[in-house]
């Protein structure tokens, strides 16, 4: 089998050599284990953390070990009850086009919809936006919320559900692409370029143009310059569900602005509630009893951005860590 595992912690921003691919004997199976031959792997912004060693919710990914990563594929062996070769089944495979899993650690996927969606609109990102958005979120039609990295998977979930529920709601994303995404898939009623805007001044000008009644919501996927613009245009009670800082991912300082992310939140009486999506798993059936029925029916929109073969994935994931995918970003074997 084929395995990327980490070799050395990136400083900053990683570099292809922070991997190493390489082939080893797949594993015995042992009893209450199945084998599976991996099709499909998700890359997602969190696995920058697991490359660090410091302290975080989730342990890192020990030196020399498989990167870690959800991943879709079929049994091609079982010694356990309930998995039978051929079924399509979704794990933490890692980056490996094979893994031995216990059965516990595996979900059964339906056939009959792409096996990537199970990665993405109704997997991890998907869950993560409806569950931050119904319990921190707590969206009133007429209000108005503000998203970043709108064209991901978490962003363009969270602005589809707010309209939905009867909100305004404002994108932000990386050029005139994303932006033109934004609007025209993904229903957003104004598309803000970040990249168009070099200093946070500029941004929030921008974003005040488009928000004439203040933001009630700000769902927090970026930091960064973002972040510093919309604090101010922030209304009293607005909440902030906080669910990523990809623009510090890579360790770029964010300069002295508590002061004034702070006083926003107290003068504005903001709730700003840190949204870890492990903490939620117990809900995750009555998401997908909820929004499958609505991705199957064509009412909720779902981009992908497919890249093929482990070799190239150390710089996808790289390369997506600053914006070069345009929706989920999903590796085929
Ligand atoms: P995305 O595909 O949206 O993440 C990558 C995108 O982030 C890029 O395409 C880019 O979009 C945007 N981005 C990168 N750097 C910057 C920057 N400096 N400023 C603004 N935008 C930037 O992936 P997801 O939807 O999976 O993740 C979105 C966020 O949600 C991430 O922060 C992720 O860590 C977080 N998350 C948190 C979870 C939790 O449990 N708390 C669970 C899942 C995700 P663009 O080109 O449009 O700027």
Not at 70 to 81: C, H, I, L, P, T
Not at 84 to 97: C, E, P, Q
């Amino acid at each position: 089998m084929k395995r990327i595992a980490l070799a050395r912690r990136p400083e900053g921003v990683p570099a292809p050599q922070d991997f190493s691919i390489e082939t080893m004997d797949i594993p015995a199976i042992k009893a209450g284990e199945v084998l599976v031959r991996v099709s499909c792997l998700s890359l997602d912004p969190y696995m920058r953390g697991r490359m660090s060693d410091a302290p975080s919710y989730a342990p890192s990914v020990d030196l020399g070990a498989t990167m870690t990563g959800q991943g879709v594929g079929r049994v091609v062996a079982s010694k356990a009850d309930g998995f039978a070769v051929g079924d399509l089944v979704t794990g933490m495979t890692g980056w490996a086009d094979h893994a031995v899993l216990p059965a516990a650690e595996l979900r059964k996927l339906p056939e009959d919809i792409p096996e990537s969606t199970a990665l993405g609109v109704l997997g991890m990102p998907g869950f993560t936006a409806w569950t931050g958005l119904r319990k921190y979120g707590l969206p009133k039609a007429g209000e108005t919320l503000v998203v970043a990295s709108a064209t991901g998977p978490v962003g363009s979930m969270v602005g589809q559900l707010a309209k939905a529920a009867g909100l305004r709601t404002i994108a932000i994303a990386g050029g005139p692409e994303k932006c033109a995404l934004a609007v025209e898939t993904f229903g957003f009623d104004a598309a803000i370029d970040h990249k168009a805007h070099d200093d946070a001044a500029s941004l929030r000008a921008a974003i005040a143009a488009a928000t004439p009644d203040g933001v009630d919501i700000y769902w927090e996927n970026v930091g960064g310059k973002v972040l510093e613009a919309v604090m101010p245009l922030m209304n009293v009670g607005g909440r902030i569900p906080v669910c990523g800082m990809i623009a510090w991912y890579n360790g770029a300082e964010a300069g002295d602005k508590l002061p004034l992310i702070w006083r926003s939140v107290l003068t504005k009486r903001l709730s700003v509630n840190g949204l870890i999506i492990f903490d939620h798993w117990d809900d995750f059936p009555d998401f997908l009893s909820d929004v499958a029925p609505k991705v199957a029916a064509g009412d909720i929109a779902y981009l992908e951005d497919i890249a093929h073969g482990l070799d190239d994935m150390p710089q996808t994931f790289i390369s997506m860590l600053t914006g070069g995918n345009t929706g989920k970003q999903i590796v085929k074997l």
